[in-house]
């Protein structure tokens, strides 16, 4: 596979998906094959992340704060300057994921006041011309967790993943003017297997216009 078969009119692409559906594995794989320029968010680094999972109610708003901060900061200094020497920019995720988690772990006061804020800064970010979701269901979402071994996340609950996978999915209904691309993967093993990754790619690398596109992968597709 070359790059000359998968050439991108986009010049920012964002790969999205719940906590779990390998959407940094993905991004990475795909910026080192075509020298894009790669976005990972830095959540390693949150201090408040290990304290949230152990006691939500307290830690959410420091949280979600923290992220939303961070998030905007990286992508006010990264998307600004173009890099002549990279094809495209390819991001692990979209500033939008700051309000959808917010409003599943905040309560309605602290949400309101959290939602004027992200509106506010959501002015000086450019959109993605294509925004990919990774849909994955729950158990493989746990499986792929567990695989990781990440200790703060092994207690997540089901039921917290459902709600973020329901919020992820409402938004998107929401956006306009925005190329979205879901991608049904739960059949798929696009990191260790070269031909699901493939498979992957020609649907990414295809023309879209704006409005939301769903693609169910089947093994043995060929598409």
């Keep these: 596979m070359t790059t000359e078969n998968h050439r991108t009119s986009y ?6 998906g719940n906590i779990g559906a390998g959407k940094t594995s993905l991004a990475s794989k795909i910026a080192e094959q075509f020298n894009a320029k790669l976005i990972l968010e830095q959540f390693e680094d949150n201090p408040f992340l290990p304290k949230f999972y152990n006691d939500q109610d307290k830690y959410a708003f420091p949280l979600e704060l923290s992220f939303l901060a961070s998030r905007y900061q990286q992508l006010i200094d990264q998307l600004a300057p173009q890099d002549l020497f990279k094809t ?3 991001s692990d995720y979209l500033i939008d994921k700051s309000l959808i988690f917010a409003k599943n772990t905040l309560h309605e006061d602290e949400y309101n006041l959290y939602a004027k804020l992200f509106n506010i800064m959501m002015g ?7 925004l990919v979701y990774l849909y994955v269901n729950v158990e493989r979402l746990q499986g792929n967790i567990r695989k990781r071994g990440r200790s703060y996340e ?3 609950e089901d039921n917290y ?6 919020g992820y999915l409402e938004h998107l209904r929401l956006l306009q003017n925005q190329r979205i691309l879901i991608i049904d993967t739960n059949n798929l093993d696009f990191i260790n ?9 020609d649907c990414i690398f295809s023309n879209y216009t704006p409005g939301i596109h769903r693609i169910v992968i089947e093994k043995d597709s060929q598409k």
């Design 11 to 16: 010049n920012f692409i964002c790969i999205e």
């Design 88 to 90: 495209f920019t390819i």
């Design 124 to 130: 000086a970010l450019p959109r993605p011309d294509l």
């Design 154 to 156: 092994q207690q997540i």
């Design 161 to 166: 993943l459902e709600r973020i996978q329901a």
């Design 193 to 201: 297997n070269e031909g699901d990754y493939k498979l992957v790619l």
